[in-house]
């Protein structure tokens, strides 16, 4: 059965551009609830661990460097099937093959500045909201 939480970011791009606001009101129409939330900037050390599967790629290092540029949001989503659900919500990586309405093709300027990011698996969920929120920041 799938679960009902997810992860997200709102990315260091999406902040700086001043589209919190617009990011959390699409994520609550959609029928998410919040139940943690923070604002707050990973460390060097936190992204690469955060996104150690990647570590192998060519972008990690830009990835790294882009997501500890400035401040970003946690939180924590609920929802019925929420993982795959916020993913298309989202829409696809590389905001030129994002369906119209998703969040990265409204906001996202390319695939390295995607404005959002989504957990993959109901696992990397639960690994991911532990990750940034204590047992007693998690409503
Ligand atoms: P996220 O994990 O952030 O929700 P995703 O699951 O859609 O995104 P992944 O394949 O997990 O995509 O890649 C993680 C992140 O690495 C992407 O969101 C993007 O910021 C960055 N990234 C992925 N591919 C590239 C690329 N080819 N060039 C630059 N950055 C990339
Ligand atoms: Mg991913």
Redesign the pocket.
């Known amino acids: 059965m799938a679960g009902n939480k997810t992860l997200t970011m709102i990315k260091p791009d999406a902040v700086r551009d001043g589209h919190i606001g617009a990011i959390l009101n699409q994520i609550t129409e959609a029928g998410f609830r919040i139940s943690a939330m923070k604002l707050t900037q990973l460390s060097t050390a936190d992204a690469q661990a955060f996104?150690a599967v990647?570590a192998e790629?060519p972008?990690f290092g830009?990835?790294v460097e882009?997501m500890t540029s400035g401040p970003i949001v946690a939180a924590i989503l609920e929802k019925d099937n929420a993982v795959e659900d916020f993913r298309t919500l989202?829409g696809?990586?590389n905001p030129a093959e994002a369906a119209e309405g998703t969040i990265r093709a409204r906001f996202a300027k390319s695939?390295?500045?995607?404005a959002?990011?989504?957990s993959?698996s109901d696992e990397n969920a639960q690994i991911e909201g532990d990750f940034h929120f204590a047992g007693r920041e998690q409503f």
């Open positions: 996104y990647h790629r972008f830009e990835l882009f989202i696809a990586t695939i390295g500045e995607n959002v990011h989504g993959d």
